[in-house]
């Protein structure tokens, strides 16, 4: 039972675009939510969060939207640049003492000079 | 900031030995920590969960007999794979937390294959 989804595997983006991720999950008890960037053979790296009582955060070029009514986040980057190309992962967080996360299957994200 | 440093970073090993990893937080005492499993192309699953000083929670359908956690400090806890098998190549990750109102940091992963 995949809990938290990320529906596309893949996504191309002219640099200077926007890039838009999605991520989908289906615990209501989900209280926060991370987006990660990871490269081949590394550690995931931490880019951005919300809790689930907002619906917006912004770091940056990076923005997160939450929809709690459609279970529904998603990952702004703008503008796109190439050396943001890397395996974007959403996870959330269950409700459970440890906090322990919930990974999505990532989306490649590739920017195109 | 928080790092994790996680050793070794690959390994090769026969079939039917074990393959210790070691997670360490450097600069902070993790009160939690993390091990996840991605196989290629791949979401990262948890496997289980440590507190320091208490056994570790296992994930439903990870066999605890045969990934040994054991978390005895609050900077490391380590990963170990008993009697592996070519099943069990993967890349390992682990994670540590100061709790559940901090955040998570990663370490760079263990690549393991068994030939």
């Known amino acids: 039972d995949q809990q938290v989804k990320q529906n596309s595997p893949s996504l191309s983006v002219q640099e200077g675009r926007i890039s838009i991720l999605n991520c989908d999950y289906t615990?209501?008890?989900?209280?926060?939510f991370l987006w990660y960037k990871k490269y081949p053979a590394e550690g995931p790296t931490f880019l951005i969060s919300i809790s689930s009582i907002k619906d917006k955060n912004e770091d940056g070029r990076f923005t997160v939207f939450l929809n709690k009514s459609a279970k529904h986040l998603s990952l702004h980057i703008v503008p796109s640049q190439p050396g943001d190309s890397a395996v974007y992962f959403c996870?959330?967080?269950?409700?459970?003492?440890?906090?322990?996360?919930?990974f999505g299957q990532g989306t490649t994200l590739q920017v195109k000079p | 900031g928080a790092v994790v440093s996680q050793h070794p970073s690959w390994v090769i090993c026969k079939s039917g030995t074990s393959v210790k990893i070691e997670c360490r937080s450097l600069?902070?005492?993790?009160?939690?920590m993390f091990w996840y499993r991605q196989f290629p192309k791949q979401s990262l699953m948890l496997m289980a969960t440590?507190?320091?000083?208490?056994?570790?929670?296992?994930e439903q359908g990870v066999e605890k007999d045969k990934f040994l956690i054991n978390h005895a400090s609050l900077t490391l806890s380590t990963l170990t794979v008993t009697s592996a098998h070519p099943e069990d190549s993967s890349f390992y990750i682990c994670?540590?937390?100061?709790?559940?109102?901090?955040?998570?940091?990663f370490g760079s992963g263990t690549r393991l294959t068994v030939v």
């Open positions: 615990n209501s008890m989900f209280d926060y």
């Open positions: 994670s540590a937390s100061l709790g559940r109102s901090y955040g998570y940091t």
């Open positions: 996870a959330a967080r269950a409700p459970s003492n440890t906090g322990k996360l919930i």
């Open positions: 600069d902070f005492q993790a009160t939690t």
């Open positions: 440590s507190n320091e000083g208490s056994k570790a929670t296992y």
